[in-house]
Structures are given as structure tokens and as C-alpha cells.
């Protein structure tokens, strides 16, 4: 049987055995991966720093019906994101994206969008954007592309516009004051408006744009998404902990 070529962005890597390394990867023509490359972690490895977490890379394998990891082959480096792990805070976040995108998707999918999302992140915080912004499009695309994104822009009860604080339940979405239930998570007006700017806009254009008077609002969006996202995959993320931990960037 030949080898399987494909983009791929390594999602994670695990220590297998004495040499070999598990890698969770996600390529562009088959989803989200798990695959074995043998002696990996040797010194005189042929696969070198291609399998550093968040790599853009080509990747050739073989698959086999009655197992669940495939045999990773060969790889060949198309963009390393290497450098942008030196910067906690930008690792932390990349960790994020990682962790967010191994718990949405199933396993041999394709999601060519969230691909594209993925990558479209990663450069962003290589270019030193702003983490909040850049996780906030990457959290709320992310949630979108779930399916899972509430109406922005009037009350999922009574249909009246949300121009004040909204409420959120995964029972009634977004609603306005009039229909909040107590305990709902509450996103505010500017909060509301930033989430607006991000799904109608694109990540190049709001870091060129957007003053970084935006970023509480960006933050608040960020937290708003993963809320959801957590939601829906059930568990909390051990990366979005990290991050939290750092202190805040404005960059």
C-alpha cells in the first residue's frame, strides 16, 4: 500500500518507548490524526524538529484498517513556529488552540476550515499580535464552525435587538434583560459588539485596525467563546489555566 501524502499541522507530541514519538496531527484531506514515528526522539532522527508542536508540515504515512494509529513515514517542514515558543504567554496560547482544536473534532474527519484556522492563528501570534484578539477569532470561529455560535444580534426569545447586556444559556442562547433567567453568563454591550467585528471580519485586517483600547473586550470575548466551548466538549482546558496565569499582554 503507498504512503498517504498531506498538509498537516502537528497538534502534540507524546513520548512512546524507548526512541519513538506519539503524534496527534491534523491533516488538511483526513481530520485529526494519531500516528507513530519510530525513533523520533533519537539524536540522528530523520524527522528533526518537524514534529515541534504547531508545525505547518507534508507528512506521508500509511494507514491500516485495523489500527488506529498509522505509521508516520516521512516529513517535511513547511513552516515552523518554533521561535514563537520561546514567549510563554504565546505558548500557552498556541497550547490553547492545539487543545481546543484535539477536543472539537473527531477523529479522520476533514475540516478544511478549521485548518485554515488553525494556520491562520498560529502566523498571527508568530507576527506578535495581540494574544486576546487572535483567541478571541480563533475561540469564536471555532465555535462557529461548531455550530454552536449564539445570535449576535437580537434575543433568541422575544427577537428584540442587543444593544445592551446580553445573557447567554445553551437552552435560550442570547437573550436580553427582559428574558434573562437568573444564572445566565452575561456578555456586555462592547463585549457583543467586538464578537460582531470578529465574525464579519477578517483576523489580518482587526489586528491592522483595532486600537488596543478593544483589548478588554477582546478578552472578554475570548473567555465568552471558550465558556461555550468547554460547554459543549464537557471538560474544562488545562491550557486555557496557563494562560490565565500569565499577565496580560497589550502588545
Known amino acids: 500500500m503507498p504512503a498517504t501524502e498531506s498538509e498537516a499541522i502537528v497538534l502534540r507530541g507524546f513520548p512512546l518507548g524507548e526512541g ?12 485529526r490524526m494519531r500516528g507513530v514515528a519510530a525513533r523520533a526522539r533519537r539524536p540522528k532522527s530523520r524527522f528533526g524538529s518537524t514534529l515541534e ?30 521561535n514563537v515558543q520561546s514567549d510563554f504567554t504565546a505558548a500557552s496560547a498556541l497550547a490553547l488552540t492545539s487543545e481546543v482544536t484535539e477536543a472539537v473534532l473527531a477523529e479522520k474527519e476533514p475540516a478544511d476550515a478549521n485548518f485554515r484556522l488553525l494556520l491562520l492563528t498560529a502566523r498571527a501570534m508568530k507576527s506578535h499580535a495581540r494574544t486576546d484578539l487572535v483567541l478571541a477569532y480563533f475561540s469564536l470561529w471555532t465555535v462557529r464552525l461548531g455550530g454552536w455560535l449564539p445570535q449576535l444580534e437580537r434575543c433568541g426569545q422575544c427577537g ?66 471558550l465558556d461555550i ?18 499577565p496580560e499582554q497589550h502588545s
Open 20 to 31: 519513538d514519538l506519539l503524534v496527534s496531527f491534523f491533516s488538511r484531506t483526513h481530520g
Open 53 to 82: 508542536p504547531l508545525s505547518y508540515i507534508r507528512i506521508w504515512f500509511f494507514e491500516r484498517e485495523t489500527r488506529d494509529l498509522v505509521r508516520i513515514n516521512q516529513c517535511e517542514l513547511i513552516e515552523s513556529f518554533l
Open 160 to 225: 428584540a435587538d442587543l444593544n445592551e447586556t446580553a445573557y447567554w444559556s445553551p437552552a435560550q442562547g442570547l437573550v436580553c434583560g427582559q428574558c434573562r433567567i437568573p444564572g445566565q453568563r452575561a456578555i456586555s454591550a462592547g463585549g457583543l459588539r467586538v464578537a460582531r467585528g470578529i465574525a464579519a471580519g477578517r483576523l489580518e485586517r482587526l489586528i491592522a485596525e483595532w486600537p488596543p483600547s478593544n483589548a478588554p473586550m477582546e478578552k472578554e470575548v475570548k473567555n465568552f467563546m
Open 229 to 246: 466551548i468547554e460547554h459543549h466538549i464537557e471538560k474544562s482546558l488545562r491550557s486555557r489555566k496557563m494562560l490565565d496565569a500569565q
